[in-house]
């Protein structure tokens, strides 16, 4: 898939992450079709710092992988003794007592955490495998397109560990507690038809229409005024957690800022 800004610059470009921008849209790409994108501590870290250097002006935010997969999860050389070079592996990390290893966990996720802001919408266009760190990065966006070859599953369980780069919470908001759980305990493929079937996915399509159905939604993104996009985001996301009563509160709430927005006696 090609990058929507490939003509310009990129603002990043390092241990296999890209950030390019063009106007009121983001790009971010995993690198390493060669390891299909396999996720380590330093990419983790490159993603924070995408998030950090986006533009005030961005309002869409696309994450795409290059080559065949969208991402095969968590490089394998993490959890061996030896880890990474440059890394700490996860069994020093093991020994570096509960303290030690919340704050590293906490470092990771944060990598996965700024994809919701209120002020962006963020697009997954995934194709190929989405396994593991690569599915709970999928899920770390808003909407997800996904390729008529996606392959997405959940293996942390079967090797022993639990999914904690925040993925649980948005998929159990998908896809409901029993199918999250199912997913998980036994790290099946979820194909293309189930994921929109179940909502884990807005829109399935062949691959090589994969570019102009994410341009798309891209501009039908960007066609609304941004503050009601931004209160609209803020409203849904909130919503789970409110009750009824509460969800009217909080929409009269919004609609009294909006309007006086345009009447042009805002705050």
Known sequence: MASPAQDLGPVLDKDGVRLTVDGAIATV???????????????????????????????????????????????????????IEGETSFVELARSGEAGLDASIAEYQEAFTWWRRSDLVSVAAVQGHAIGAGFQLALACDLRIVADDVQFAMRETSLGLVPDLTGTHPLVGLVGYARALEICVTGRFVTAEEAVSTGLANLAVPGDELDSAVRD??????????????????????????????????????????????AGLGE
């Open 29 to 83: 790409t995993l690198t390493n079709p060669a390891k299909r994108n396999v996720q380590s501590p330093a990419l983790w870290r490159a993603l924070t710092e995408a998030g950090r250097l986006l533009p005030g002006s961005v309002r869409v935010v696309v994450l795409r992988g290059e080559g065949k997969s969208f991402s095969a999860g968590l490089d394998r050389q993490m959890l061996t003794p030896e880890g």
């Open 217 to 262: 939604l891209a501009a039908a993104l960007l066609a609304a005024p941004r503050d009601a996009v931004i209160e609209t985001k803020a409203l849904l996301r909130g919503a789970q957690e409110r009750t009824y009563e509460e969800q009217r509160i909080a929409e009269r709430a919004a609609q009294g800022r909006r309007l006086r927005d345009l």
